[in-house]
């Protein structure tokens, strides 16, 4: 009898309480298609731009084995929901882990899957939103878009250690695929059967809106541009000298490497006079005017065109060596997955300092704090002093 009791008393306290426990469980909005309907798990839904007449599709008409691209509407692919969680209610849910698939029964006859995944593209300089996924383990959610109705924004949320919380990556249009970006990309969701009402009207809808619904696009400001010694705006690809005072303001101290060869060299700090170039590069997506900006992800490279043309990667990246007993700055880097960033160091007009911002995976931002380059014992490498220095342009030697 007791236990019966205990059984009737639990479940209403569950009851009671449940919203306040699970508040996201509870309370999770729908998310809401163009016509202002809930959008469902199976159903057909074509992806569309918010600000102009693209939607998602695949990089070929087969699909299987395609890239995911935005084209223009009439060539759009329909996709589907599915939950990651199995669930009897069929409305998708803002901010919940999804599946999502290109419809497509050919391939699935063929046993080839369109549930998308990311993955690396060396063409594309980085990763991208690909088919070939497995249920469960390619996760993305849908969240809204900051300042729009009925507007949202696609992430993918990768997997990784239970002791890493991994951030969800939001995607955004890089070179017309959708593939992971810090400007997420402003869609919505129209039921595949009614496609033809939408086009029709998302011109005059767009036109009278742009400006209320998009704040952050039209009025966006870019990151302050880095300085060099000149006063000018340091940019991609040029060749500068990095370079900094010593303390006793007597010997000019620059970034070099550990052999004239510099192929597979460490970073370290010399005189002036053996100062090596290097060149900034910034991730694809990230700046279209080639400035180098304050608090953007960089790669960093020797200029070293021996190494590049014997397959030789001089792009900078960390690695342990026992030798220092710690991490150190070198080369061999790989484009995208070794990320630094250049900021103002406090209490210097155009002075700089350098970081390092780790990944643990490709996708996976663990949480990890950028951390600051130092000199440490001549070597550039992760410090809790940041070591000031500035950009100096290499002379052409040609005028």
Known sequence: MKITNFLVLSFLLFAFTATSIFPRAV??????????????????????????????????????????????MSNGLPVIFSKVVESNDSVINEDSYLNVDFVAPSCRMAGVSTMWKIELRLTARGFVVTTGGVAGL??????????????????????????????????GNVVNRLAPSTIPFPVVFIPADRITKFAVLSFLLFAFT????????????????????????????????????????????AVSATSRIICNSDVILSSMSNGLPVTFSSPVGESGDGVI???????????????????????????????????VVTTGGVDGLNRFKITKYE?????????YC??????????????????????????????PVVFEPVADQSS
């Not at 159903?43 to 995911?68: E, K, L, M």
């Not at 300042?147 to 239970?162: A, D």
Request: aromatic letters at 8%.
């Open 27 to 72: 309370h999770a909005e729908a998310v809401i298609d163009a016509f202002g309907d809930e959008v469902k798990a199976g159903d057909r839904y074509i992806i569309g731009a918010a600000s102009n007449d693209f939607a998602v599709t695949a990089t070929s008409p087969i699909i299987c084995n395609s890239d995911v691209v935005f084209s223009p």
């Open 210 to 253: 742009a400006t209320s619904i998009f704040p952050h696009a039209v009025h966006a400001q870019d990151p302050e541009a880095v300085i060099d010694v000149n006063g000018n705006e340091v940019t991609a690809d040029a060749r500068y000298f990095i370079r900094a005072a010593s303390d006793d303001n007597t010997t000019t101290l």
């Open 138 to 171: 390619n996760r993305f959610t849908i969240t809204k878009y900051e300042g729009g109705n009925n507007l949202y924004q696609l992430s993918y949320c990768p997997i990784s250690e239970p002791i890493c919380e991994c951030s969800c990556v939001p995607l």
């Open 293 to 327: 900006r304050e608090d953007s992800y960089l790669n960093v490279n020797f200029d070293a065109a021996t190494c590049r043309m014997a397959g030789v990667s001089t792009m900078w990246k960390t690695e342990l060596t026992p030798t220092m007993r710690g991490f």
């Open 358 to 387: 780790p990944i643990s995976d490709p996708m996976c931002e663990c949480s990890c704090a950028c951390v600051p380059l130092g000199n440490v014992v001549d070597r550039l490498a992760p410090s809790t002093i940041p070591f």
């Open 347 to 355: 209490g210097g007009n155009n002075l700089y300092q350098l970081s």
